[in-house]
């Protein structure tokens, strides 16, 4: 992706590994500050996940690959470094196949180090087809609702639902693209809109509950989301609010996309209500900046992801194709 570094533009990913060292692009901090975070240690790379320095379902996959390379470079126990993995965030399946592919790595004999590579290389290779594909879904002129952040820095680089985005603007199709602000974590308006900004996509920033009115005034024709998790019926779970905003696409006949590599399909769920849930920390919704934003008293409730029924996805766009539900248990194997 593109990063702007003291005036000059620099090629980046958001994760990636030196020597034993993992490094990240810190996500908390952007986009007031480009700060990059070290982790030198497992407890590192399970804390960056963990407290969000790395999100994104493909990036945290990325990490914990990076991760179980580090610890088998440090001789550590791989089976205790696996469960330290595992327990970070329980809805990314990224996570887990990143993390059992690993394990796999390791009883062929394999050098992790290079296993982890190969790993972060073909989500580079997936996400770069995701891009190709659902390019052809975009219209000169169209304008596209994402929520969260599915870019570069959710995926190390290219994005899922962004990467459609950034081919059709790359490729001169006029563009504009709705962003959804993503409480608690304001992904959208803190990642989406500085890696659109960064590209010099047209973008505008729209508070979560802005976008049916936009769908109902004709202004969005597309939309484009990333996934956590797929299960095989096509069921799949994805930032807290994709699920209202997929009802709203059906509501006002809205084409509703799930961008998403193979690794983040589910095949042992069958739907959507096994997913596990990440509920996270009430501070995340009761204080904005510094500030308490409610009554001291009140109290949180603050789930990370929400489930939304196959019935409202108009297709999959993975790297191999735009597919419907129908189509999901072919890509098992
Ligand atoms: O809590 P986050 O920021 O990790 O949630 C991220 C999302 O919900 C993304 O949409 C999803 O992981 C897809 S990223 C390509």
Not at 83 to 95: G, H, I, N, V
Not at 204 to 210: G, P, R
Not at 221 to 246: H, M, P, Q, S, W
Not at 316 to 325: L, N, P, R, S
């Amino acid at each position: 992706m593109k990063v702007n570094i003291n005036g000059e533009t620099k090629d980046m990913r958001s994760v990636w590994m030196e020597e034993t060292k993992i490094m990240f692009i810190d996500q908390r901090q952007l986009p007031l500050k480009l700060e990059f975070f070290l982790a030198q240690a497992l407890e590192d790379v399970a804390y960056a996940i963990k407290d969000m320095v790395v999100r994104g379902a493909p990036a945290i996959g990325a990490a914990a690959a990076y991760g179980m390379a580090q610890a088998s470079l440090l001789e550590m126990d791989l089976n205790e470094a696996a469960s330290q993995l595992k327990a970070t965030r329980p809805t990314a399946q990224d996570l887990f196949t990143a993390v059992d592919y690993m394990l796999g790595e390791i009883s062929k004999g394999a050098k992790l180090k290079n296993s982890a590579e190969e790993y972060v290389n073909s989500i580079l290779n997936k996400c770069q087809k995701i891009g190709e594909h659902g390019e052809k879904l975009i219209k000169n002129e169209n304008k596209i609702l994402t929520h969260c952040n599915a870019g570069a820095l959710a995926t190390v680089d290219f994005g899922t639902a962004l990467s459609p985005i950034r081919l059709a603007h790359q490729n001169g199709k006029k563009i504009f693209v709705f962003v959804d602000e993503t409480r608690p974590r304001l992904q959208g308006a803190r990642l989406t809109a500085w890696e659109l900004q960064n590209e010099g996509i047209p973008h505008a920033l729209i508070a979560d509950n802005a976008a049916g009115h936009f769908m109902q005034k004709g202004e969005i024709n597309l939309v484009i989301v990333g996934a956590d998790r797929i299960t095989n019926n096509g069921d799949f779970a994805n930032k807290i609010g994709t699920y209202e905003k997929a009802v709203l696409a059906h509501e006002n006949n809205i084409p509703f996309y799930v961008a998403a590599p193979i690794t983040t399909f589910d095949f042992s769920l069958e739907n959507g209500k096994d997913i596990p849930i990440e509920e996270r920390g009430q501070e995340e919704v009761l204080i904005i900046g510094q500030r308490n934003i409610a009554p001291d008293q009140t109290r949180a409730r603050n789930p990370a992801f929400d489930v939304t029924p196959k019935k409202y996805v108009t297709g999959y766009i993975t790297e191999k194709g735009i597919i419907t539900a129908e189509d999901i248990s072919s890509l098992r194997n």
